[in-house]
């Protein structure tokens, strides 16, 4: 039997429940398992995927940065040979966690902006969560983190992409990310309101492109593409110590799922597997 070993793992830290309520979130703000993974069991995990020929950890929650061993998980990783990159809405990050993020040290930081700061705070849920992302970036990039952009197009915000990017540009983002919107959690009960149409995915597209395109499938595939294919071998760890591949293209395989309950993502993968 061919071995393909993972070169990314996506873990899902335990004890990692994020404070915002976003509408999309396919993970209902993370996931509380009983009993979740222990420090010990979750640094070991890490090991062990460093000493199967694992190159990238990539860090995920919920808020990652609520788990109380996120830079412990973060430091072993770098030690073990691990590039690490965190995935965060970036609220925890003040000047003493951007420079405790420098020293770990983190190779990049993605932060979520969902649109200008009325309609940010409108999608998580949370007053305030747009000033403490843009904070997060230009705490970060000062002390020379690379961060990317997180931006989800969506009914609510997808016709403010250009202030979005001026805006993270201007805070120091070097990176900004169209993710698709993957309809499951959150997302698949809010879909009526926040999935684009195809007249909205059009405008997107052309005023991305600046002229007209020609749309057939392919278009539809342009915006992450690129990102979802650059590494073929990828894995997903989460909180409950289940560790699965990650499908090169998750969102086609979510939309088999009619009724997510919290914890969907495992009934996608578990689908998958
Ligand atoms: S910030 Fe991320 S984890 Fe938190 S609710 Fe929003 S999408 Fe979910």
Redesign the pocket.
Known sequence: MDYHPIRKLEFELPQ?I?????L???????QPTEPPLTREESVALVEDFAEMGGEVLVV????PLECPFAYEIMRCAHRRGLSVVL???G?LVDEAAADALALVPVEKVYI?ILGEEETHDR???SRG?YSRGLSAISLLSRRRIAVGINFIPMKPNYAEWRRVFSAVQAAGAQEFRLTELMPQ??AWENRALLELDTAEYRFLLEDIAGRPLELGRVAAHTLNGRHLLRLPRRAVALPAAHVFRRPDRHHRHARGIRHPVPGGKNQAWEQEA
């Open positions: 990692a994020c404070r915002h309520h976003c999309f979130c396919a993970n209902y703000g993370g995920t929650g919920g808020e995935y965060s809405a609220y979520t999608i998580t849920g969560s959690g959150r």
